[in-house]
């Protein structure tokens, strides 16, 4: 059996398990923590997949960066254990099937879709999804909406702060 299939499964079931007690978990800490594992063994897949540019991405900007201001948001709006779990009310019921549903058209819309041109010659397959070509990609034609998530981004931490401030 081949090595690579092996550890992809693996990585596929933790991925999913680490996934599933994101969901399920009773304290945002504990679910924030399983986040970064998924996050870990995301990487690992990428790994697997020869794409070491994105798995270092994964792990530095993922799991490191955003799970700081996850944490961050978690612990000053002092979130614990008492948060609210009762039943399944009409809203949870209906995010949860818009939020399958949300799933499902993604799944649709990848199935249709190349990920990779097939056209690509061997100069464009060299460079593809080196540091270099990321990097010239963001900065030039990613730019602005590259922004626009620092700035989204910023803008939720200052209205978590103000929040957290309001209660106090």
Excluded: C
């Excluded at 800490?29 to 070491?52: D, E, K, P, R």
């Excluded at 803008?155 to 929040?163: D, T």
């Amino acid at each position: 059996m081949n090595t690579e299939l092996v550890l992809f499964g693996v990585f596929a079931v933790m991925t999913l398990v680490s996934a599933g007690l994101v969901i399920t978990a009773r304290s945002p800490i504990n679910s924030a923590m399983a986040l970064v594992s998924t996050f870990f063994f995301l990487a690992g897949i990428y790994v697997l997949l020869w794409a070491h540019t994105v798995a270092v991405i994964q792990v530095l900007v993922y799991a490191g960066a955003i799970m700081v201001l996850f944490l961050f948001v978690i612990m000053l709006l002092n979130l614990g254990d008492a948060a609210h779990r009762g039943r399944p009310t009409v809203t949870r019921i209906l995010g949860g099937a818009s939020a399958f549903g949300l799933l499902a058209v993604l799944a649709v819309t990848l199935g249709r879709t190349n990920a990779m041109p097939a056209n690509l010659g061997p100069q464009a397959q060299a460079t593809f999804g080196t540091m270099a070509s990321v990097g010239q990609s963001i900065f030039t034609v990613w730019l602005l909406p590259f922004e626009a998530v620092s700035l989204l981004l910023l803008v939720a931490m200052v209205g978590a702060v103000v929040v957290a401030k309001s209660r106090i």
